[in-house]
């Protein structure tokens, strides 16, 4: 697959270490949502970088977004987050990946597990769920470290606000004032009183770190899921998706 030049014409900072970069990329030929780019930075000296990213945006003409999250010491992601500016053209190649995918198409309920950056590819679901107006039922389990590691806690809200769509917040280290749930980890408790029941044979997609991820599933199908409709992302610490 070719390499593409992309101009940045936005750019949203959703925490302080997550940001939003919005792209027009010409020639785009469009993405389902889970899919991913990788995206190349280039030096004067001609070392070249390139890190994976989930696509963040539903399909809308040549507007790619992709939202990363800062890693201490990177090469490429600090970049991203502190100095690229509007205006900049950005290499990218895709859209990848067609495994970790939802269709609207797709009539059976959806099941979205996310832990921190995770949620990227998931809120590229939510968003097109929404612009397609479907009436699927959908839930989301976002876990998270405190309130101000949130990303797209607004869009959240808003896209969550009755209707099919749903949201739970579990907090692993600070929760809200007010909240009703103690910090703590995803467990099965958790999981049985705010998603979707294996009765319903939900698509589960679940993203986020590596140990996240492997315990989400294994609660799942603890729970009674259908391990053939349980569908996994995982990201490293060096530079993996969103």
Do not use: N
């Amino acid at each position: 697959m070719s390499w593409r030049v992309g101009t940045v014409t936005e750019l949203r900072d959703e925490t302080a270490t997550a940001r939003t970069i919005a792209l027009d990329v010409p020639g785009w030929p469009g993405h389902l949502a889970g899919q991913h780019v990788d995206i190349r930075l280039t030096a004067p000296d001609g070392y070249s970088a390139t890190r994976s990213y989930s696509i963040a945006s539903a399909v809308a003409g040549s507007r790619v977004e992709v939202t990363v999250e800062k890693v201490r010491d990177g090469e490429v992601s600090p970049y991203l987050t502190d100095a690229l500016p509007v205006g900049a053209p950005l290499e990218l190649r895709g859209p990848l990946g067609g495994w970790f995918v939802w269709r609207p198409e797709d009539p059976a309920p959806v099941q979205l597990l996310a832990g921190g950056s995770g949620v990227v590819p998931l809120m590229a679901m939510l968003r097109t769920h929404e612009s397609v107006a479907s009436s699927t039922p959908v839930r989301l389990l976002y876990s998270v470290r405190d309130p101000s590691s949130v990303i797209y806690r607004d869009e959240l809200r808003t896209l969550t606000d009755g209707g099919p769509r749903g949201l739970t917040l579990a907090w692993t280290r600070a929760a809200p004032e007010g909240s009703d749930r103690q910090p703590g980890r995803v467990d099965a408790a958790l999981l049985s009183a705010v998603t979707l029941p294996p009765v319903d044979r939900p698509a589960c997609f679940v993203c986020g770190p590596t140990g996240f991820v492997e315990t989400v599933a294994d609660l799942l199908v603890a729970a009674g899921h259908d391990p053939t409709r349980i569908r996994t992302e995982r990201f490293g610490p060096t530079g993996g998706r969103g």
